[in-house]
């Protein structure tokens, strides 16, 4: 299975400031997601980071406010820019393996966010 | 797209008894259908998985199983122990892209 390192594990951030996550694996991969978990809820999919080019954002994230990085297979960053109060939430990075049948997937720890 | 509905959202048992939460899911293209404990302060950690090839998975004292006629996957712990307690996600993908949509999570306490 695939070691998912991200940094930071938590942060406390005044509001109007950036934080830039990082999410580092241990191994290639081809399908690098972002998702958040906003407290007490489940997981929801932020951007599939794609390697070489711009991230795809799923409905009700856009890019100017959690712009991606993807330089290479094995790393990605999620920046959370000019934060409010309602970013404080657990972002999380995933990695899918495999394909088809084979199909794994794997999070990294998190960064735990608090904005005040 | 894919639509995961769980189900009970909290669960309280007996240390030693079984706990079953369910799943259902919406696209009948999913062929990957993993559960997840998040234990608190932690990301999600993969229990067990089960793909539309078959009906049944176990590992020791969990196990899953997938009716893909009625589209619906149950996660299985028997003999519950206090560290089982945490919360439970399931997953099923968006057909082949690899993104996962979560169920809303169940919060099983094992009480010793």
């Known amino acids: 299975s695939a070691v998912i390192s991200q940094k930071p594990s938590r942060d406390i951030c005044q509001r109007g400031t950036s934080l830039t996550i990082q999410c580092q694996v241990d191994s290639q991969v081809t399908m690098m997601f972002w998702y958040r978990q906003q407290p007490g809820q489940s997981l929801t999919l932020i951007a599939t980071?794609?390697?070489?080019?711009?991230?795809?954002?799923e409905s009700g994230f856009v890019i100017d406010k959690f712009p991606i990085s993807r330089p290479n297979l094995t790393f990605s960053t999620l920046t959370v820019s000019n934060m409010s109060p309602e970013d404080s939430s657990i972002y999380l990075c995933?990695?899918?393996?495999?394909?088809?049948?084979?199909?794994?997937?794997?999070f990294g720890q998190g960064t735990r966010l608090t904005v005040v | 797209g894919e639509n995961v509905e769980q189900h009970p959202s909290t669960l309280s048992v007996q240390e030693g008894d079984s706990a079953v939460i369910k799943c259902t899911y919406s696209d009948s293209a999913s062929n990957y259908f993993p559960w997840y404990k998040q234990e608190l302060g932690k990301g999600p950690q993969l229990i067990i998985d089960?793909?539309?090839?078959?009906g049944e998975k176990k590992d020791q004292r969990i196990a899953v199983t997938l009716n893909k006629t009625a589209k619906h996957f149950s996660l299985h712990i028997t003999e519950t122990q206090p560290e089982d307690s945490a919360v439970y996600f399931c997953a099923a993908p968006y057909s082949y892209t690899g993104k996962l949509i979560f169920g809303q999570g169940t919060t099983l306490q094992v009480k010793p």
């Open positions: 089960i793909r539309s090839n078959v």
């Open positions: 980071a794609n390697q070489g080019s711009e991230a795809t954002y």
């Open positions: 995933s990695v899918v393996q495999g394909g088809g049948m084979n199909t794994e997937a794997f």
